[in-house]
């Protein structure tokens, strides 16, 4: 068991590696200057210089993604003297714990990961996903919520109505529901809940769950809001999951020990809901679970289509604007969540199915 948990720490650590890498080159080999990005277009030869040596763009690629990695890495080695040192340990920038002295001037240290400045607001990248994760964490989890009970409940009513019209009728929706591209449907959904039915429904096209009235007398709640992104983003997963607990739920039904109850005269809704049901859920677990990962990073167009000020509503903003430290901060985010709800799905695995630990 010790093997197959470093196992699995192992490739989440490389995985994430490998993310991070792939970002950072990424956005390092895009055009433009961020230090006129900064300044504007009446920024001065001297002071355009001065914020690239700030910023250390100065330095060579293989320089800055060494210093990247140090300011990510929880545990890092600074220079605590000398202010001209490229790995120097400002406070303004790092929330840093010194452990123990490297040499004269480097220390290692404990700290949060650094994720830089936006080059437009000024604001930590940290401090800008702080604000706005919560959003999307809220809109992930009521969208893998309306998907898990709703589509537990149709996919056992359609096996036990097999072959039916209802049966027929939620597979059609299944195949559609997976087939349907997330800001295709954000854009449909929102304009015939929002502008054709939008008296009748009383739903905004945008909107966030915290709004200021009109007189700026207050913050209020608007749950509203959240019903249209909501369905939208659980579009996929719901069909998914009508699928899996159909499917699952026709297999259950073909065991021995289900056969068994019915001959001993079991009420037929008890025989469904207390050991059918149960032991047809396991399939739809694992796909929730997966899921929910997936829906923290397919936000991006259903936040901006709708106005969701969350992670994807922050990422196609800076994106117009070019603010590379805002992406690349909002992407490790998405990026880190995924890798660690999936090393803690499959961790689970290995304890519930030790046959899982032989692979």
Known sequence: MINFLLKRLLYAFLILWGVITVVFFLFNILPGDPAKMMLGQRSDISTVESIRKELGLDKSKALQYVKYLNDLSPL????????????????????????????????????????RRSYQSKKQVSDIIAETLPNTFILAVVSILFASILGVFLGVIAAIKKDSLFDRASLFFSAFGMSLPSFFAAILIGWIFAFVLGDITGLNLTGNLYEIDDFGEGVHLQLKNLILPAFTLGIRPLAIVIQLSRNSMLDVLSQD??????????????????????????????????????????VVFIEYIFGWKGLGFVIVDSLNKYDFPVIIGCVLTISVLFIIINTLVDILYGIFDPRVRIS
């Not at 490229?86 to 240290?109: Q, R």
């Open 257 to 298: 020990y289900i056969r068994t109850a019915k001959a001993k005269g079991l009420p037929f809704k008890r025989i469904i809901w207390k050991h059918a049901l149960k032991n047809s859920l396991s399939p739809v677990i694992t796909a929730i679970s997966g899921w929910f990962a997936s829906l923290m990073a397919g």
């Open 76 to 115: 890092s080695i600074h220079n605590n003297k000398n202010k001209e040192s490229y790995f120097y340990l400002d406070s303004a920038k790092y929330k840093a714990t010194p452990l123990i002295n490297v040499t004269g001037e480097n220390v290692l240290v404990a700290k949060m990961p650094y994720l």
